[in-house]
């Protein structure tokens, strides 16, 4: 199988080489440790602002290339249609000459009619033999035309006046059908009109009968009140009466001390009686100044009692303090030792340190001296 070499486009081939560039540019760019970037790259932002620029550049560069097109166009559309006016205003002139030299009208056959020349041209061939194509004799052109004109106007006289006649009676019927209508309506209007006169004298007497009614329905309801009023006043006269003539208002001991059996003493009624007997009183008395006594044993009792919790109190306060000094001692004695124990190994720890370095400089075994701390420190 043999290879064959096809010729290859210039185009192609830079278009490949310049792809191949490309590519070993961004691998060496992405490859680049130096060059690579963590957060945000600014020669790429950079380029993509000026790629944007000069994308809208060339958008407005086409704005205005197509600007200028649309432009030609309308200029080239706006001369199509002056030179179309034109050739149509040549055409129509041409048209015009044409008529004017090669189709008058007076070298027509009915330039009679057309140019108002009646009875310049006869007709020489009789109106039978004429077609329906001839265009020589048209309707009302006749020789008995004017005759059939008259007869026409008078018939169109005739019932013109027939018309005329017709709608004045139908106006006059009409104007009598609206008199009798107006003259039904003026007679149903006084009729309402008594019918509303009657109504309203009606209810101007069942007015004058309700206003009636109800005065004296008023006035027997005020005579009610007017007595239930005297009999209210004379049930009140005669319960302050009996009140004030009362056992209660009179206080009578008599009357407020009730009998009760089973040897106890007498009940005293308080709604009978509200005064009070020199023993009751002295009781009374006795009663309060027992109380008075009592409360003041509590007051003492209890200030007694306050007093004995605030000794007591006290004391526990300075057997808390005596107890925290205590403790404060402690504290700072066993701080006291714990310092010194550690005093004591940071010495034998740089001992063991010197020794260890000399064993590491000179090479000297010093087992008996490593037992001798291991031993110690146990």
């Excluded at 199988?1 to 490949?16: C, F, G, H, I, T």
């Excluded at 197509?66 to 001369?79: A, I, T």
Aim: glycine fraction near 4%; hydrophobic fraction near 30%.
């Amino acid at each position: 199988m043999y290879k064959v070499d096809l010729p290859v486009d210039q185009s192609v081939e830079k278009a490949v080489d310049r792809r191949r560039s490309a590519e070993i540019t961004r691998k060496a760019r992405i490859f680049n440790t130096r060059l690579r970037v963590m957060g945000i790259d600014i020669d790429a932002l950079n380029q993509q602002v000026q790629e944007k620029k000069h994308h809208q550049s060339m958008e407005r560069q086409r704005d205005r290339a197509f600007d200028k097109l649309r432009k030609y166009h309308d200029d080239v559309l706006l001369q199509q249609d002056i030179d179309e006016r034109e050739k149509r205003g040549a055409v129509q002139t041409d048209l015009t000459h044409y008529w004017a030299t090669h189709q008058r009208v007076e070298d027509s056959r009915d330039a009679d009619l057309k140019c108002g020349l009646k009875g310049a041209f006869r007709i020489t061939i009789p109106e039978g033999e004429l077609g329906p194509a001839s265009m020589q004799v048209f309707q009302g052109e006749g020789m008995e035309e004017e005759q059939k004109r008259r007869e026409q106007m008078k018939r169109t006289e005739r019932d013109l006046r027939a018309q005329k006649e017709d709608n004045e009676r139908r106006r006059m019927g009409d104007k009598r059908r609206e008199t009798l209508v107006s003259k039904e309506l003026v007679l149903q209007d006084l009729r309402g009109v008594r019918l509303c006169a009657v109504e309203e004298e009606c209810k101007k007497a069942a007015c004058i009968a309700l206003d009636n009614y109800n005065q004296a329905l008023a006035a027997e309801q005020a005579e009610k009140r007017r007595e239930r009023h005297r009999r209210e006043e004379r049930e009140n006269l005669a319960e302050i009466m009996h009140t004030m003539t009362s056992d209660m208002m009179t206080e009578c001991a008599e009357a407020a001390e009730g009998e009760v059996r089973g040897g106890r003493p007498p009940r005293v009624l308080i709604d009978k009686w509200k005064g009070m007997s020199p023993e009751q009183l002295s009781a009374i008395h006795r009663e309060r100044e027992k109380q008075r006594l009592e409360r003041q044993r509590q007051r003492d009792a209890e200030k007694a009692q306050n007093a004995a919790w605030g000794l007591q109190l006290l004391k526990l306060s300075r057997a808390a303090e005596e107890e925290e000094r205590r403790e404060a001692e402690l504290r700072r004695e066993r701080r006291i030792q714990t310092d010194r124990y550690n005093m004591q190994l940071a010495r034998e720890q740089q001992a063991y340190q010197e020794e260890l370095n000399k064993v590491l400089y000179t090479n000297k075994p010093t087992k008996d001296y490593f037992s001798q701390f291991n031993t110690s420190s146990r």
